[in-house]
């Protein structure tokens, strides 16, 4: 049976970041919250240490989630934008929600078929499937900078793996995948 939990306890977690040596990053994506019960998210590296976790605490807030690091220290928190003619979210750095967002995310709304799932600020899309776990995160030159891939049939669709581009932030990248759920897939 496929691992799905962190070695043991590192105090010290490097998050995955912007790298110069052109290797793409390859996360573990759990659907689960490490509280008994919780909804949330539970991200692993290669090496399966706890690098991310959503932990959701009011179960009855759909408009706040709150991306942690392996430590529980805030890096984004993502807000619902109220009074929106489509499903929008907000993200900011930390837990600074009055301050300047570092993006945003717009739910695509079409009456024909597209492959577009939602739109970023800067001119990125999403593109794919949440359903099947096949997800693409496309710049503004169309080069993908991060993929929701499924994990295999053995440990089924909660989890799966996040692949991220060395010129993306692996956070984002995981603030889009909580977002994809909370758009595609309302609780």
Excluded: Q
């Excluded at 030159?141 to 692996?170: C, H, Q, T, Y």
Aim: glycine share 8%; hydrophobic share 45%; proline share 6%.
């Amino acid at each position: 049976m496929t691992k799905v939990h962190p070695n043991a306890a590192a105090p010290e977690t490097k998050i995955p970041t912007v790298s110069g040596d052109g290797a793409a990053v390859a996360l573990t994506v759990w659907r689960r919250s490490l509280l008994f019960n919780g909804k949330g998210f539970t991200v692993f590296d290669a090496k399966g240490n706890l690098v991310f976790r959503v932990d959701d605490y009011a179960s009855g807030s759909r408009g706040e989630v709150v991306l942690m690091d392996a430590a529980g220290n805030p890096l984004l928190t993502i807000r619902r934008k109220k009074l929106s003619l489509s499903e929008r979210w907000i993200v900011y750095k930390g837990e600074e929600v009055g301050g300047e967002p570092l993006f945003s995310v717009r739910k695509h709304v079409t009456l024909l078929p597209s492959p577009a799932l939602a739109h970023v600020t800067g001119g990125y899309a999403v593109e794919g499937s949440y359903a099947r776990r096949s997800v693409a995160v496309y710049d503004a030159s169309r080069r993908p900078i991060a993929a929701v891939e499924a994990k295999g049939a053995a440990v089924g669709p909660d989890v799966f793996r996040l692949v991220v581009a060395p010129a993306f932030d692996a956070a984002a990248a995981m603030a889009i995948v909580i977002l994809l759920r909370s758009l595609i897939l309302p609780r």
